[in-house]
């Protein structure tokens, strides 16, 4: 069974500073995809980043990077220029691909980030 | 574009009743799913449905069940409550279960059991 590991309950950062944000995850198969989620006081879970495992190059969103390392089952986010909105509690999550399964996500246990002025 | 809608925002149960929450799926979407959220702790895979059909399954007893209408919107009822199910249920709805397409997730129902 895949999971995934969020080892950080909690972080602080200044804003405009950089925050990294940690994740690992178990899995046996090649194929699959990697996502950091958001979700503020609002419940609503936003989708931050994606990341197909079958390409090499980090993905990026504006301020949001990923640190992806297949070999060693890590998925980093990286957040710079933090701003006051920023502030939230963060999934990382992963699926597997297949064409023929379900769209399952299994979800880390989440980080909190708390944005200082 | 309307997005995810849930109802209600909030729902309290006396054990061994039964409850059934809403989702409106966004405009378009045709597929599911369904996660609840403990407090403190990452959403776990309930099921999804697609095209009216349930085609995955998470690790939850039978008494957790549900619906998708021929408009896409979903219902998930869950049978003979216990203090456990106490969470958040988060509804997320996309194009189609077979390609990569985005979630998109609704704000929840929070369920308290007492």
């Known amino acids: 069974a895949q999971t995934v590991t969020q080892s950080q309950p909690e972080m602080s950062v200044q804003e405009a500073e950089t925050v990294t944000l940690s994740c690992t995850y178990d899995t046996s198969e090649s194929d699959y995809y990697l996502f950091w989620y958001k979700q503020p006081p609002s419940r609503q879970m936003i989708l931050v980043i994606r990341?197909?495992?079958?390409?090499?190059q980090n993905a990026t969103e504006n301020r949001f990077s990923v640190n992806f390392q297949k070999a060693a089952k890590s998925f980093s986010l990286k957040i710079s220029d933090s701003q006051l909105g920023d502030a939230a509690m963060y999934f990382c999550a992963y699926r597997f691909y297949s064409s023929g399964s379900a769209r399952q996500l299994t979800f880390g246990s989440g980080t909190q980030l708390t944005v200082l002025p | 574009e309307t997005g995810v809608t849930q109802s209600p925002t909030h729902l309290i149960k006396t054990r061994g009743q039964q409850v059934t929450l809403r989702c409106s799926s966004q405009?378009?979407?045709?597929?599911v799913s369904w996660y609840q959220q403990a407090l403190g702790q990452g959403p776990q895979f309930i099921f999804q449905?697609?095209?009216?059909?349930?085609?995955g399954r998470g690790n939850f007893p039978p008494r957790f069940s549900g619906l998708q209408f021929p408009n896409y919107s979903s219902e998930l009822n869950v049978n003979a409550l216990e203090l456990d199910d106490s969470a958040l249920y988060l509804c997320?709805?996309?194009?189609?279960?077979?390609?990569?397409?985005?979630?998109?997730f609704g704000n929840g129902t929070r369920l308290t059991v007492t």
């Open positions: 449905y697609y095209r009216e059909e349930e085609n």
């Open positions: 405009s378009g979407h045709n597929t």
């Open positions: 997320a709805s996309s194009y189609d279960s077979l390609y990569n397409s985005p979630l998109h």
């Open positions: 990341q197909e495992a079958y390409k090499q």
